[in-house]
């Protein structure tokens, strides 16, 4: 086997390392919006709930512009979008640089990034899952996505460093090359049948030629070929059917009350840490150790959670509850570096944990056939609590003159999102032993009279699903 096969015989694994790679910036720059808010605040002079909104703009059209994308795909292919998403999202950051006031930017980051990273990532995560459809769902998926961790580590020290010497607006329109140069990673993404044509070229080729014989040998017995085409049902007609379902909505209810909870956080604690009694070195710490959580929760997910001796959906309700408990301690532990940073690295472990399996949750609930339709609910919908996270969190703050509203808020959400996956969870598991219990019903006997001296008894069993 040359390394051309060997390459195409593993391409899943080459559209997963490409999207950690372009991940990095992308998902760097949106979930560290906390790091930049500061810079912005203070250059337009508006308020914490004002300032806030771009990043909200962006996080949420990152997950709520999903059928907008699946709908694209319908007519371009993946790589088209994905290309399509890295121009909008480099673009986007560089005509950020040159806004003049507050109301540009919730267009030109809120808009353009937001929805050019949704075209860049959610298209991505689905074509991957096309090539893991049942074994390593969660670690491909979950790999795919580890770059936003490194770029959540690593973006407050650059932000500090690179807005400190070069100021905010050139610093943005150097994000937007690097954006641009780890983008174009986008032309490997290929389905799967146009890799198997490529490795299988000359078995293709054998292939026709037996199609080519039979042709020639029914035609001589005169008789014809024929091939049916199926009608194929378009994506908005699948996903209205998909919506008939109760666990669709079980489901939505679950991710918009947990992205509301853990979002309303990205771009609150930066703005909270501000106003501390801490230093500004102490404060990047702090927000870097945010993203190791984040990291060491993907790392964990993408190598044990499939091993575990319970189903994704509970491990996932347990991720809430893990990401949620913390918030009611984060206030009094503002002045200890210590007690805030291993609080923030169990909020951020769970964050991390619910973040890395967005997509693997919503295909272990509706299965692989149905991977399209999942990823763009489970996405929607967490674009949607995202949307309302920033102003809910910036208002309540606002409101009250502190934080420790704003965040028993989110502690209270990531709790009534662990009982909302756990009754998802008895629901999956209940229709599984229902499906179980189909199978093992009494047999429907056929008899076929005239075939014998006496009927043979044919049994088969019918199951529902």
């Not at 930017?105 to 050019?116: A, C, K, P, S």
Request: with cysteine.
């Amino acid at each position: 086997m040359d390394f051309r096969d060997g390459l195409y015989n593993h391409w899943g694994w080459v559209l997963v390392v490409s999207s950690f790679i372009i991940t990095i910036p992308l998902h760097g720059i949106e979930y560290s919006y906390n790091s930049l808010m500061v810079w912005f605040q203070d250059e337009f002079q508006a308020s914490k709930s004002e300032t806030g909104l771009a990043g909200t703009i962006a996080i949420g059209l990152l997950s709520l512009s999903s059928p907008l994308s699946f709908f694209l795909l319908e007519f371009v292919s993946t790589r088209t979008v994905i290309l399509l998403g890295v121009a909008m999202c480099s673009t986007g950051l560089f005509a950020s640089s040159f806004v003049p006031s507050l109301p540009y930017l919730y267009f030109t980051y809120g808009v353009l990034y937001g929805i050019g990273s949704n075209f860049t990532h959610v298209p991505a995560l689905a074509l991957i899952i096309k090539y893991f459809p049942k074994k390593h769902t969660v670690s491909s998926t979950c790999i795919a996505q580890l770059g936003a961790s490194i770029g959540v580590i690593a973006l407050p020290s650059i932000v500090e460093t690179l807005f400190g010497q070069l100021g905010w607006r050139m610093s943005m329109r150097i994000f937007a090359g690097v954006m641009l140069l780890t983008g174009t990673l986008g032309i490997v993404f290929v389905p799967p049948t146009v890799v198997e044509e490529r490795r299988q070229s000359k078995a293709m080729e054998a292939l026709k030629d037996c199609e080519k014989s039979k042709e020639a040998m029914l035609e001589k017995q005169g008789l014809e070929l024929i091939q049916l085409d199926l009608p194929q049902k378009s994506f908005v007609r699948r996903y209205i059917d998909f919506m008939s379902q109760m666990k669709f909505w079980v489901t939505e209810l679950l991710f918009f009350v947990m992205a509301l909870g853990v979002t309303m956080s990205l771009t609150n604690i930066g703005s909270f840490l501000s106003e501390t009694s801490l230093s500004e070195d102490k404060q990047v710490l702090v927000l870097s150790v945010m993203g190791i959580g984040d990291l060491v929760a993907r790392v964990f997910v993408s190598a044990a959670v499939e091993r575990l001796p319970f189903s994704r959906t509970t491990y996932f309700s347990i991720a809430c509850l893990i990401a949620g408990v913390p918030f009611f301690f984060l206030v009094v532990a503002s002045d200890s570096v210590v007690l805030l940073i291993s609080l923030l690295l169990l909020i951020n472990f769970g964050r991390g944990s619910l973040f890395g399996m967005i997509v693997s949750v919503g295909v272990e609930v509706f299965g692989a056939e149905n991977s399209d339709e999942s990823t763009t609910s489970v996405f929607f919908a967490f674009g949607l609590g995202g949307l309302f996270a920033a102003p809910v969190g910036g208002a309540i703050s606002d409101a009250t003159g502190s934080y420790v509203a704003t965040f028993y808020f989110c502690g209270s959400l990531c709790i009534l999102a662990f009982i909302i996956a756990t009754v998802l969870a008895k629901m999956r598991r209940n229709a599984k032993s229902k499906l179980y219990e189909g199978s093992t019903e009494s047999p429907i006997v056929y008899t076929f009279p005239g075939i014998s001296s006496g009927p043979e008894v044919y049994e088969t069993y019918i199951t529902t699903v």
